[in-house]
């Protein structure tokens, strides 16, 4: 599939840029939607107060050799005027270099001014471009970041591509602006590591979204997540901690849930909250409330005129979160003061952020799903919005004599646990794979390679094995050295159920349309009607052309492949369609003799005539 950029025109508020046309190599480049919100990032001092310029950060990145390489630009677009396209220079880090595509919103917000409104329109944004791009970077204020970040990690569904949301405490434009390494290794990240969650990368930390929160109105390190660690952090090196990434286990596509439920509310409880507040909170059209209580999930127990405005909203139907005031801990249930929000049918919030446990609940208000189902999802773990993967030392050491690895020292998780991975892929042991991933194993984890397990898998055609693995996260969209992702590997090998698998679970091709069609006429004049046929289940178009106008069924006329000849036939291949040097695939066969292949088209073909 090939990257799409291209000119800017302006619906539905925003200014949208995606012409198809230029196509990426997979090998050395990638290419990233940069969305621009709003926020401090971009903008100017007006009559003494900061606010959005439009317009503007455009142009300034261009000026930026730091943002912008124009050398690049010039050598791989040549004359083409791509006003909105611009090319991150070479950098630590990044395998390939970033392409990426800005697309100003309008109006530009300070994210004070942001609402679900805006978390809707860049999660359909983000779906109508998602095959386009390897990674989406949201550039936005940082005031409301991370309800942004937790709402949009809901209302994702099998997110597989990295969404990188990331902002500045200093305007861009400034010359101290910390927004410059926040914007370049958000670039670094969509593009180049396939980490499928949504993240926030600022102050040098690459952090789970939904996990996060504004802690400091003036520093650079801004965000914390002191529940969870950082996914990556930035120094001289990248350090990605791949077995704390979060991955969808369905074999579904990626969906966006674009409707949230605004009847919810956060209620902080205080030492002398008065019944009639709880209860006006309570009212309706109210649905779900936060509530946001001591400690670890404690509540005045003494207070039985609060508990019982509560316990009757609940009977009503209402849904109450428990959540803590503290930002680190989590909600449990070791204190009578606490036990009695239990009793009552208050729900568990674990260690959520209120940033998450509100858009949670806003999301899960919004579904389909019985009251019995919508409390059981508030409690379960949907986006590593609760849980963390601990490493058991002992564990490991024990699966490494049950896989006969004879290592005599425990060095790090990331070298033995992703050896351990690929060698009990290579044996078929699940069981042994499952006690890895429970002990950090994490299966999208590359070689020096970047091959995944996921790709020897589909390399070996081992149908259950793939099915298991992409049930336990596995990502379809890693790409290794040479740019193959595991539906590469699967079309290479020709194992047609794989193929289907991979594309279920939201696999495409990423190769140029040209290049496709080299790869379809390299295997009709081979007469390979297998690979054929695993190209079109991979979505491939059988009748695309070559750099030459050539066709697969040129190929298969010209080298007599008569199987192919039929089966392209069948799939709506054009006898007549014209190479450069205007010839048809008739004309190939004419000239060497195969006339009759011709006459194949004559007859009436029947999906019997070639038997796949
Ligand atoms: N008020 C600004 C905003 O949230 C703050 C910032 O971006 N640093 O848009």
Redesign the pocket.
């Known amino acids: 599939m090939n990257g799409s950029l291209g000119q800017h025109d302006t619906r539905n508020g925003r200014r949208r840029s995606s012409v198809d046309g230029i196509g990426f190599n997979p090998k050395s480049e990638c290419s990233v939607l940069v969305i621009y919100s709003?926020?401090?990032?971009g903008m100017a001092s007006k009559n003494g107060a900061l606010e959005p310029k439009p317009n503007a950060l455009g142009d300034y990145i261009r000026r930026c050799p730091f943002l912008h390489d124009e050398e690049y630009y010039k050598r791989r677009f040549g004359g083409r005027n791509e006003s909105s396209v611009f090319v991150l220079p070479v950098t630590k880090g990044a395998q390939r270099r970033v392409i990426y595509t800005l697309e100003e919103y309008e109006p530009l917000l300070?994210?004070?001014n942001m609402n679900s409104d805006q978390w809707i329109l860049i999660a359909e944004n983000i779906k109508n471009s998602y095959k386009s791009y390897d990674g989406f970077v949201i550039l936005h204020?940082?005031?409301?970041l991370a309800y942004s970040a937790s709402a949009l990690s809901f209302m994702f569904e099998n997110l597989g591509k990295p969404v990188v949301l990331t902002?500045?405490?200093l305007s861009l434009f400034e010359p101290r602006s910390d927004g410059k390494d926040n914007f370049i290794e958000s670039l670094v990240i969509a593009g180049n590591y396939p980490i499928p969650e949504v993240t926030i990368c600022f102050g040098r930390k690459l952090l789970r979204g939904n996990r996060t929160t504004k802690m400091d109105a003036e520093g650079f390190s801004a965000f914390k997540s002191p529940n969870a660690t950082p996914l990556a952090t930035f120094g001289s090196l990248i350090e990605v901690k791949y077995h704390e990434i979060f991955r969808p286990t369905k074999i579904e596509e990626f969906k966006v849930h674009p409707i949230l439920n605004s009847n919810v509310a956060l209620l902080r409880i205080f030492p002398s909250i008065t019944a009639q507040t709880v209860r006006a909170f309570l009212q309706s059209p109210i649905e779900g409330i936060v509530l946001q209580t001591y400690g670890s999930g404690n509540f005045p127990s003494n207070r039985l005129d609060i508990l019982e405005a509560i316990e009757n909203a609940i009977k009503q139907g209402i849904i109450v979160l428990n959540c803590s005031q503290c930002t680190r801990g989590s909600v449990t249930n070791d204190y009578q003061t606490g036990q009695v929000l239990s009793k009552i049918g208050v729900i568990a919030g674990g260690n959520m952020t209120p940033e998450a446990s509100l858009t949670k609940l806003s999301y899960v208000l919004a579904k389909d799903w019985s009251i019995e189902k919508k409390k059981e999802m508030l409690q379960g773990n949907l986006r590593g919005e609760l849980t963390v993967t601990k490493i058991d030392t002992k564990q490991i050491i024990k699966l490494m004599s049950m896989q006969k690895l004879k290592l005599d020292q425990f060095t790090a998780s990331k070298v033995i646990i992703p050896a351990l991975l690929f060698d009990a892929v290579d044996k078929e042991n699940t069981d042994c794979i499952d006690q890895l991933i429970k002990n950090g194993g994490d299966l999208s984890q590359p070689n020096l390679d970047s091959r995944t397990p996921l790709h020897i898998a589909c390399c070996k055609g081992k149908e259950k094995l793939v099915k298991f693995m992409l049930e336990k996260g596995a990502s379809v969209h890693s790409k290794d050295r040479y740019g193959h992702t595991p539906l590469t590997d699967a079309v290479l090998n020709d194992h047609h159920e794989i193929i289907t698998m991979l594309v279920n679970c939201g696999a495409h091709l990423l190769m140029d349309k040209e290049l496709l069609g080299e790869k379809l006429c390299e295997a009709a004049s081979h007469g390979d009607l297998m690979r054929l046929n695993s190209y079109k289940i991979a979505g491939g178009d059988l009748r695309q052309p070559d750099h030459s106008g050539r066709t697969a069924l040129h190929m298969a006329m010209l080298h007599g492949h008569e199987e192919c000849v039929r089966y392209l036939a069948q799939e709506g291949c054009d006898r007549t369609a014209k190479d450069i040097m205007g010839l048809t695939p008739e004309d190939y066969a004419a000239r060497v003799g195969y006339q009759d292949l011709a006459a194949l088209f004559d007859r009436n073909l029947t999906a019997t005539d070639v038997d796949m």
């Open positions: 709003g926020g401090t990032i300070d994210s004070c204020g940082t005031d409301t902002g500045s405490q």
